[in-house]
């Protein structure tokens, strides 16, 4: 098991850019995924963008076209890039990583509770 740790997060307007970093404190190996999720206050905690450890990507439908999720495996740090930010994009945003398909991870809280590994998150708020 691998520990996670996320930063980049900050306070932006409307219309603004952050980059997330999670830094992952070893490789992970094998068949995985590593992705990103968000939890607002008072909502469920729900899937942004995942990768599979093949490349794959998959995005929410709510930040197709403005996130995008990538991964420096030398560094073993991932990645989302956040363009065009609104409040509703407001959030703790976590990584995990674990056994898993992107698409799965990011569609079903019950697949993406199953990730083993979590950071603690990093918060981002967005206002108007």
């Known amino acids: 098991q691998v520990r996670l740790a996320e930063s980049g997060g900050g306070s932006v307007q409307s219309g603004g850019s952050l980059r997330l970093e999670c830094a992952s404190s070893g490789s992970i190996t094998g068949r995985h995924v590593m992705g990103w999720f968000r939890q607002a206050p008072g909502k469920e905690r729900e899937g942004v963008a995942a990768r599979d450890n093949d490349g794959t990507v998959y995005y929410a439908d709510s930040v197709k076209g403005r996130f995008t999720i990538s991964k420096d495996n030398a560094k073993n740090i991932l990645y989302l890039e956040m363009n065009n930010l609104n409040p509703s994009d407001t959030g703790l945003y976590s990584c995990?990583?674990?056994?898993?398909?992107?698409?799965?991870?990011?569609?079903?809280?019950?697949?993406?509770?199953?990730?083993?590994?979590w950071g603690r998150g990093t918060q981002v708020t967005v206002s108007s």
């Open positions: 995990a990583a674990g056994i898993g398909r992107s698409e799965v991870v990011v569609e079903y809280p019950v697949a993406a509770a199953a990730l083993r590994s």
